[in-house]
């Protein structure tokens, strides 16, 4: 089930935001941003055996929480001025966007772009399967690049694009004032920005029982301290870009529920919590041996036990009575802010 709802004025104290771009679709565990200092530490996108492991976590995510993406479509259709022939993701991964786009819009071109040539391929054969890969048009390029000429032709339209999306994308860019300025140029005028981002990282373990809950609680304070997942409040970059801004929403996606055969959870949502919280308990590991100090409450402090926390995600990684795949009351929620904004006419 997917809900939204909207918001009044939005908060005005975006958080500085850092790093290079990357593929931007799903659910990212990148680490710290160190905002003073403009350094972005700890991507998971080093090797092509991260990006496997990224595009199978997306694909995961768009399988069993997608529906965002389609809420997110469904809104920007609501405020088109005019058809939208022409649409842009930027940061596009495997493709979450680019297919909510393409069902949304049947008419428009699409045009996927991507620091990872695998995310694009993955995208392509994505595209291919829905029967729309002759609608799709792809270009490798890191958004932090001086690639503002490119984009309007890769676009496609004359004058501009009718619409740009931009989904856990643009936190990693160095320069994001930049980056909507050359977005805002991109776009037709009157032409329509979605960005979208993560608000928090995905919950696995709510109803599962035995204190699961509070000891994801305790992992993700741990994950917030060491940064994942860090991203602004984009309402006045978007404004100080010269955009207007159109209205913000919260779109929040639930799924969950049991084999009916064996009452186990379903293997795609076991595997998801499987990848998913192996990142959790990696970074745990690494940060063992790291102060504690930036916990400001002096119970969060006595309560986050990481040994015992990274023992009891041992069993559920584990196999067997106890394990994810035979954890009943296993589900996944995620919750995500989406911006709209406008090019002035």
């Known amino acids: 089930m997917t809900r939204h709802a909207r918001?009044?004025?939005?908060?005005?104290?975006?958080?500085?935001?850092?790093?290079?771009?990357?593929?931007?679709e799903g659910v990212h565990t990148h680490g710290a941003h160190e905002h003073g200092s403009h350094n972005h530490a700890a991507h998971d996108h080093g090797s092509l055996a991260d990006e496997a492991?990224?595009?199978?976590?997306?694909?995961?995510?768009?399988?069993l929480a997608g529906?965002?993406?389609?809420?997110?479509a469904a809104w920007?259709?609501?405020?088109?001025?005019?058809?939208?022939?022409?649409?842009?993701?930027?940061?596009?991964?495997?493709?979450?966007?680019?297919?909510?786009?393409?069902?949304?819009?049947p008419e428009a071109t699409l045009t996927a772009v991507d620091l990872s040539p695998m995310m694009l391929r993955r995208l392509r054969t994505a595209m291919e399967k829905s029967g729309m890969g002759e609608r799709l048009r792809t270009v490798e390029a890191d958004l932090d690049a001086e690639f503002d000429a490119g984009w309007a032709g890769?676009?496609?339209?004359?004058?501009?694009?009718?619409?740009?999306?931009?989904?856990?994308?643009?936190?990693?860019?160095?320069?994001?004032?930049?980056?909507?300025?050359?977005?805002?140029?991109?776009?037709?005028?009157?032409?329509?920005?979605?960005?979208?981002?993560?608000d928090e990282l995905p919950r696995f373990l709510d109803g599962a029982g035995d204190g699961l809950a509070t000891l994801e609680d305790r992992c993700h304070r741990e994950m917030d301290r060491l940064g994942w997942n860090s991203h602004p409040e984009w309402s006045d970059a978007l404004a100080g870009a010269g955009f207007r801004l159109?209205?913000?929403r919260t779109l929040e996606v639930e799924a969950g529920g049991a084999d009916e055969a064996n009452g186990s959870p379903p293997s795609e949502l076991a595997r998801f919590a499987r990848l998913f919280l192996s990142r959790i308990r990696a970074a745990l590991s690494s940060s063992q041996g790291?102060?504690?100090?930036?916990?400001?409450?002096?119970?969060?402090?006595?309560?986050?036990?990481?040994?015992?926390?990274?023992?009891?995600?041992?069993?559920?990684?584990?196999?067997?009575?106890?394990?994810?795949?035979e954890l009943p009351?296993?589900?996944?929620?995620?919750?995500?802010?989406?911006?709209?904004?406008?090019?002035?006419?």
């Not at 002096?298 to 990481?306: G, M, S, V």
């Not at 911006?339 to 006419?345: D, K, L, Y």
């Open 7 to 24: 918001h009044g004025q939005p908060e005005t104290h975006p958080r500085e935001v850092n790093a290079h771009a990357s593929h931007g």
């Open 53 to 63: 492991a990224m595009a199978e976590v997306i694909e995961l995510d768009a399988s």
């Open 67 to 72: 529906g965002y993406a389609d809420e997110a």
């Open 76 to 105: 920007a259709a609501e405020l088109a001025h005019g058809p939208v022939r022409s649409a842009l993701d930027l940061g596009a991964g495997t493709g979450v966007g680019t297919l909510a786009l393409a069902r949304r819009f």
């Open 154 to 198: 890769a676009a496609g339209a004359e004058g501009g694009a009718d619409l740009a999306w931009a989904s856990s994308s643009l936190h990693h860019v160095t320069d994001p004032d930049r980056v909507l300025g050359s977005i805002l140029r991109t776009l037709r005028p009157g032409g329509l920005l979605l960005v979208l981002e993560l």
């Open 246 to 248: 159109e209205g913000r």
């Open 290 to 325: 790291s102060s504690l100090d930036g916990l400001a409450v002096e119970e969060d402090l006595a309560a986050l036990d990481i040994a015992d926390d990274m023992a009891a995600l041992d069993r559920l990684l584990g196999q067997g009575p106890g394990s994810l795949e």
């Open 329 to 345: 009351g296993l589900s996944v929620r995620t919750r995500r802010t989406a911006w709209a904004a406008r090019r002035p006419v």
